[in-house]
DNA sequence: ATTTTCAAT
């Protein structure tokens, strides 16, 4: 495995500093990505994987996790051998930012070819989702219209906290993980944003809003 | 009310 992912992994203070879901991040000029893979290896059996990706040399992290896919992966991608049987995958993202629109394009071109890839993305903020019409929402919507499922990570706050136990544990901090004050405020408006985001105006709805305005 | 953003100095 390469070394450069078998890392080290986030510190405490990093970790909470790139995490905070709070409206104005000011000077998060970085976006880490945590992810845990899970790998069906056989019927009954799945191995696991974990670590966590910066993003680096202006490569955003999702396409640098994109460069690493075949060594994390083995097995993914597959050779397109005749016969050939190609593992099956459950990969969970805990991004510090939701992608950019050029990386859900990307990683919608990717995983569009792999029906052996599952992705599930939890994100603490939104990066440049602001405008209503604004390419980043749209790659949202795109990345959910194939499947990928995405969700500010509240939602699975178990599934967060047992990720960064097992980070902290790793680390000899035996320091329970706080979450700050406003966690749980913020993630209700951050869900709300992103269900807006991803559940756009139907054409339904528009005609309706027409009738009402009578138009 | 307004604030920031996978930097650039």
Redesign the pocket.
């Known amino acids: 495995m390469n070394t450069k992912l078998d890392s080290v992994l986030l510190p405490r203070k990093k970790f909470i500093y790139h995490y905070k879901n709070m409206?104005?991040?000011?000077?998060?000029?970085?976006?880490y990505?945590c992810f845990v893979i899970k790998r069906r290896v056989g019927p009954d059996t799945l191995t696991f994987d974990f670590g966590h990706l910066?993003?680096?040399?202006?490569?955003?992290?999702?396409?640098?996790f994109l460069r690493y896919v075949g060594a994390l992966c083995p097995g993914l991608l597959g050779y397109g051998g005749p016969g050939e049987k190609r593992l099956s995958y459950s990969i969970t993202w805990f991004?510090s930012?939701?992608?950019?629109a050029n990386?859900s394009t990307r990683l919608s071109q990717f995983l569009s070819r792999l029906p052996n890839l599952r992705l599930r993305i939890f994100v603490s903020?939104?990066?440049?989702?602001?405008m209503e019409d604004s390419r980043?929402r749209e790659g949202l919507r795109m990345l959910k219209n194939i499947g990928v499922q995405i969700t500010n990570y509240k939602e699975r706050i178990d599934i967060f906290l047992i990720y960064l136990g097992s980070t902290l544990g790793r680390l000899s901090h035996p320091k329970i993980f706080k979450a700050w004050g406003e966690l749980h405020q913020n993630s209700v408006r951050l869900s709300r944003k992103l269900k807006r985001i991803l559940q756009p105006l139907e054409t339904e709805d528009l005609r309706d809003a027409f009738k009402l305005l009578g138009l």
């Open positions: 409206r104005w991040a000011k000077g998060r000029h970085e976006t990505l910066r993003n680096r040399n202006g490569c955003h992290v999702e396409l640098l991004c930012w939701s992608p950019c990386c903020r939104l990066y440049f989702c602001d980043e």
